[in-house]
Nanobody, 115 residues
Framework: QVQLVESGGGLVQAGGSLRLSCAAS????????MGWYRQGPGKQRELVAE???????NYADYVKGRFTISRDNAKNTLSLQMNGLKPEDTAVYYC?????????WGQGTQVTVSS
């Protein structure tokens, strides 16, 4: 089992920045891809960004140029730097890691962007 704990969410004005962090613990050997997803009010959960063990990244079009995903394999942490936040970025943000064929999810952290 892998345990994930997110932190860094909160309330910010449009145009502001937040940095999300996710700490992985437990059976972390073999974790390959890590990513951030979000679920807005009344919406389905969607990919925000993901990063492979080799550092290659993939971003959703709506965050390209504004968000940056990074990982520290030595510390087993995942981060998401969010700049230029918009009200439509309001959502619960979830950390996800993949280990083998199994996905593990964090509990989520709320991000609210006021206009």
């Amino acid at each position: 089992q892998v345990q994930l704990v997110e932190s860094g969410g909160g309330l910010v004005q449009a145009g502001g920045s937040l940095r999300l962090s996710c700490a992985a613990s437990g059976s972390i050997l073999g974790i390959n891809s890590m990513g951030w997803y979000r679920q807005g009010p009344g919406k389905q959960r969607e990919l925000v960004a993901e990063i492979g063990i080799d550092g290659r990244t993939n971003y959703a079009d709506y965050v390209k140029g504004r968000f940056t995903i990074s990982r520290d394999n030595a510390k087993n942490t995942l981060s998401l730097q969010m700049n230029g936040l918009k009200p439509e970025d309001t959502a619960v943000y979830y950390c996800k890691v993949r280990r083998g064929w199994v996905n593990y999810w964090g509990q989520g952290t709320q991000v609210t962007v006021s206009s």
